[in-house]
Every structure is written in C-alpha cells, then in structure tokens.
C-alpha cells in the first residue's frame, strides 16, 4: 500500500451518502467507493457492486466471484491476503466501479453511470495508473470508449479477455467477470499478467517513485 495513504478503504473520502441517483439512494445498502493502494499502476475498475462486495463494502470481495478475483491477485503478487478474505493486503492494485451502488433488481442505467462518473475520474486522475482493467463487458465498453479509439462494438470481452488494448493514456487489460471466467480463463489471464509484469509496461508519465 502507498506510504503516504491511511487506509485503503475509501482513500479519498468521496461521499458516502451521495444522493445523485434518486433511483438508487432508497434501495441500496451503502455506497461503495475505491479500495486498496493509491500509488498502483493497475486500477481494476467493475459495472456494479454485488450483493456481497454492497455487504463488505468492498469491491470484489464476499463471494465466490470475489474468491476467484482475489486469488488472481495473490496469483500475480498483488494480494497478499487469504482469497476469502474481505479486506485484502493489496500492494500496486486499485479496486473500484462505474457505478457504486447497487439497486437489487436491476443493473445501473446509463444515466446512473454517467452521473458516477466523476467519482472514477477522480480516481483515475488522482492514482495515474500505468494499466486500466476493465472486469466485465460493461467496464470495457465504458472504459474502451473513452480510453481507446476502437469503437466499442468492436470491444467483446471474451475476445479481448487476457490480452493487452492500447489506449490513449492507458494500456487496456480487459478481463471476463469472475463471476462468467472458466477455470481456463481464470489460468490464461494469470498467466497474461505475469507476462505484463515482465513486459515494460511502464510510460513515461511523470509518476512518483514508489
């Protein structure tokens, strides 16, 4: 975790009783914002909390889902915490959303994601990360519009699962959801970012030491 944060959870104090979404604010349990280390250079970013990561408050944790997320992590030496844990030691990795409350009938408009998201560009402005992860079809057609000039009906994430986009400002890594992943996929995207970790991934950007 980044020497000059307290806490992973929340690093930046964003509003945890945001009333943007008239849609949402009466059905959800609680916002959930960013978590782990602010000086990462892989922010991983999700549609929508789940019902478990709602109950943790923390992204991608609680759950079978969450399980598998986590174990790739500690599988490239970004989690230093049990797979089940819901409060991972997590070192050069940023855990966040488009939309970050949960209604729990439904997935998020595309209203509710556009309103949600400052919060992800404060995160990703703040952090400067080396490499986005979108986790899912939805995270990649948001981030891929906005990161890439490939148009987003050319983004299909079991395609792109595992292989590196370049983008504008960002290189992509796009991962099918834990939740949809095959113990194969599971393999083949361990076995991907261990190949990224060795790469020169890096750009010039400016960054801080770490």
């Not at 709602?54 to 174990?71: C, K, N, S």
Request: aromatic share 8%.
């Amino acid at each position: 975790m980044d020497a000059h944060q307290d806490g992973p959870q929340n690093p930046y104090g964003m509003d945890e009783d945001c009333r943007n979404c008239p849609g949402l604010c009466d059905v959800r349990d609680r916002v959930v914002h960013g978590y782990g280390d602010v000086g990462a250079d892989f922010v991983f970013v999700g549609e929508v909390p789940s019902a478990a990561a709602e109950r943790t408050g923390v992204p991608f944790t609680g759950d079978d889902a969450g399980e598998r997320f986590q174990h790739i992590l500690g599988s490239v030496g970004l989690n230093y915490s049990l797979p089940t844990s819901d409060q991972p030691e997590l070192d050069n990795a940023y855990l966040t959303y488009l939309a970050r409350c949960r209604h729990p009938e439904r997935d998020p408009s595309d209203e509710e994601v556009v309103t949600c998201e400052p919060y992800l560009n404060a995160d990703i402005r703040i952090i400067n990360p080396e490499v986005l992860v979108p986790v899912g079809q939805r995270a990649l057609t948001e981030l891929g519009r906005e990161y890439t000039t490939t148009p987003a009906s050319e983004l299909d994430v079991q395609e792109c699962h595992a292989t590196s986009i370049r983008g504008r400002g960002f290189e992509l890594a796009p991962m099918v959801h834990p939740a949809e992943q095959t113990d194969e996929q599971t393999d083949a995207y361990v076995d991907f970012f261990l190949d990224l970790l060795e790469s020169d991934y890096r750009q010039t950007k400016g960054r801080r030491g770490r």
